[in-house]
């Protein structure tokens, strides 16, 4: 999460309100902020991602001044007409091939409003453009360079600048292979043979995005008229991230000038769009979620109090105005949650919400439970295995004939490719894993297996399976068949019975088909040798395996 730090005196000055540490700790909390530390002369604070208009004091002071009722509703936003173009060259499109910009005038800037912006930057990097990935932010002294800008692609060696903050001219290429930012950033043009460069008229290199800027367009203090490029290969990224820096800039007192880009195939985009989106609001949706009972002109008001403007619409409907910092507003639950911190987080009073009775447990995770009991009381020690498994454990060692299990598109590991759809196999394996322990062994799991059902909305059906392990010198039929008819009695099911059948992991002869109802549930027997061997087992081993999912 990233972290901001707020200079009280800095703070209060953007806010136009002097209010103590105690006062900030106390107020920043209800705009979603979480307190990192606190000092006599600054405050810490962690914000939200989503938020990234809160990645300058700028915007936090913003949000603030409405809550508090110094001022509310949709700040008010002018793009000027400007002079400065951005023309887009055709090989830029391989590698980043959007670009918007703007100009931003009339700036009067310190040091500490430079490092505000600086931090502001870095951290719309890593909010909106995922690491540079989706986008890279160039901030450009305007007086440094002619116009019009140009944006294109050039190979390692065909263009040389100085890199920010350094003295040596270096090319593309050395850049990436040399500089510190090249090294870090070098990643995301991996895949390209040309690079984006962006040029002023006499085809100075101001920025390689996105790298590096150029020492040739640093802004400081002495900065009055800034010029921005955004690139990258997503153009909404691009626009948020512009939309966020200059209405924070424009809130520092600087004139926001729009930059008209020019692509190759002749469509052109007038950036920044600082005009507010609209959306609609149900004023009953918005108190059932909050559990109030708001009027339409008392949500009016809670909307204005978070820098939003509204009006009704019609019976319950209310028009918002978001703001085009707001990049965080997607759905109409982003809109109630708004109306809830302009309400007052601190005035919402808990309760516990209506229910027509108390949870209960599911009947099938009651019958598992009884399961449980039912094996543990005659011996036997639970195991859980993962629902995954593979082909070979589940259907080669256990000598069946593989079937169409539920796959997984993009396993991380050939050990969990499917699902399993009998309990046996992880028995067995389990075993396997314990040649060494003394005997007998007496294992059981109750759990879930995944089957096909081509009728279900999913394709797929859980069952629930119990399955039963008995290894040692003298297992045989006999044992385990005692074993079930104890379960059974347990359960109180009296309509079952057993009859004859063949089944490839149990020896001939030795294994039943378990039927209740008359339908069959499962299976009981003595494991066949060769699947013995398979796991490298020594002992006999008696086994069960059933399906009680009718029985939930």
């Not at 409003?113 to 986008?135: N, S, T, V």
């Not at 600082?274 to 918005?286: F, G, I, Q, S």
Request: proline fraction near 7%; glycine fraction near 8%.
């Amino acid at each position: 999460m990233p972290v901001i730090t707020l200079q009280k005196e800095r703070f209060c000055s953007l806010l136009g309100q002097d209010l103590t540490v105690d006062e900030l700790v106390e107020w920043l909390p209800w705009i979603g902020l979480d307190i990192e530390d606190v000092r006599p002369d600054y405050v810490k604070v962690e914000y939200n991602p989503n938020r990234m208009d809160f990645s300058s004091p700028v915007g936090i002071a913003r949000a603030l001044k409405g809550l508090m009722g110094l001022e509310v509703g949709l700040p008010k936003y002018e793009v000027r007409e400007g002079p400065v173009e951005i023309i887009v060259g055709p090989r830029v499109a391989e590698v980043r091939p959007y670009v918007v910009g703007a100009v931003v005038r009339g700036l009067e800037l310190d040091e500490q409003a430079i490092q505000e912006i600086i931090e502001m930057q870095e951290d719309l990097h890593w909010g909106i453009g995922r690491g540079r990935r989706k986008m890279a932010i160039g901030l450009h002294d305007l007086r440094a360079v002619e116009t019009p800008v140009y944006y294109d692609a050039f190979g390692p060696d065909e263009k040389a600048f100085v890199p920010l903050d350094d003295e040596e001219e270096m090319t593309l290429g050395e850049i990436l292979e040399k500089h510190e930012k090249g090294r870090a950033y070098g990643h995301l043009l991996a895949h390209a043979k040309v690079y984006p460069v962006i040029m002023d008229a006499r085809g100075r290199v101001m920025s390689f995005p996105p790298i590096i800027n150029s020492e040739l367009t640093k802004i400081g203090p002495w900065t009055k008229d800034m010029f921005i490029d955004i690139t990258g290969p997503d153009l909404e990224a691009v626009r948020k991230a512009l939309r966020v820096l200059t209405t924070a800039l424009a809130d520092m007192g600087g004139r926001v000038e729009a930059v008209e880009v020019r692509y190759p195939d002749g469509t052109a985009l007038r950036t920044p769009d600082l005009r507010p989106r609209e959306a609609v609001l149900r004023v009953e949706y918005a108190n059932k979620l909050i559990g109030l009972d708001l009027t339409a002109e008392e949500a009016v008001e809670c909307l204005r109090k978070c820098r939003l403007d509204a009006e009704p619409i019609g019976p319950g409907l209310l028009k918002v105005l978001i703001p085009p910092y707001r990049t965080d507003i997607m759905h109409e639950v982003d809109l109630v949650e708004e109306v809830a911190v302009g309400y007052g987080y601190f005035r919402l009073e808990p309760r516990r919400p209506p229910s027509p009775k108390s949870g209960q447990p599911h009947p099938v995770s009651e019958l598992a439970d009884r399961l449980r009991l039912i094996m543990i009381g005659m011996g036997f020690t639970e195991v859980m295995n993962f629902v995954l498994t593979n082909e070979r454990v589940h259907y080669e060692l256990m000598r069946l004939e593989p079937g169409r299990p539920i796959r997984l598109a993009n396993p991380v590991s050939a050990e969990y490719s499917m699902l399993r759809e009998i309990l046996l196999p992880g028995l067995m394996a389990n075993l396997a894993l314990n040649v060494k322990e003394r005997y007998p062994q007496k294992l059981f799991e109750v759990g879930d297996v995944v089957l096909r059902a081509e009728g279900s909305e999913t394709k797929a059906e859980r069952k629930l399976h119990l399955a039963a392990v008995v290894a040692h010198s003298r297992a045989n039929y006999a044992e385990i068949k005692g074993c079930l008819d104890a379960l059974m009695k347990a359960l109180a099911i009296s309509d079952w019975r057993v009859r004859e059948t063949e089944h490839p992991s149990f020896l001939p002869g030795r294994v039943a088909e378990v039927l209740m109802a008359d339908e069959p549930i499962g299976i009981v027997g003595e494991v066949h040798p060769e699947v013995l061997v398979n796991f490298g087992l020594e002992n006999p081993v008696a086994a069960l395996e059933l399906d009680f999912t009718s029985l939930a």
